[in-house]
């Protein structure tokens, strides 16, 4: 079993930046898929980006590519999500998430282990 912890969230300029960290319990997180999904209100959850087990492999949402980057430290048991040039439609709740199968990691039902989300607000 894994635990995650999502920190990091808060009140942001649009333009501005934030840091996501996803801090995960267990002594197998090398083992695991790493995944940031964030759900706005009333919206469905949406995949932000996902990362290998390794680290080299990253994949990113269309609305993030090249604003957002993920990273991972195995030894810390620890992914980021760098958000940079936020804008106001990128508020929402983000959600960190594991899963040690293989498959479609951009698919929300692949997941097994969730955190319960930190928010993100960014204002015009």
């Known amino acids: 079993q894994v635990q995650v912890v999502e920190s990091g969230g808060g009140l942001v300029q649009a333009g501005g930046s934030l840091r996501l960290s996803c801090a995960a319990s267990?002594?197998?997180?090398?083992?695991?898929?790493m995944g940031w999904f964030r759900q706005a209100p009333g919206k469905e959850r949406e995949f932000v980006a996902h990362?290998?087990?390794?680290?080299?492999?990253?994949y990113y949402a269309d609305s993030v590519k090249g604003r957002f980057t993920i990273s991972r430290d195995n030894a810390k048991n620890t992914v980021y999500l760098q958000m940079n040039s936020l804008k106001p439609e990128d508020t929402a709740v983000y959600y960190c998430?594991?899963?040690?199968?293989?498959?479609?990691?951009?698919?929300?039902?692949?997941?097994?282990?969730w955190g319960q989300g930190t928010q993100v607000t960014v204002s015009s």
């Open positions: 990362i290998s087990r390794s680290g080299y492999i990253t």
């Open positions: 998430a594991a899963v040690s199968r293989f498959g479609d990691a951009t698919t929300p039902n692949l997941y097994d282990y």
């Open positions: 267990g002594r197998t997180f090398s083992s695991y898929v």
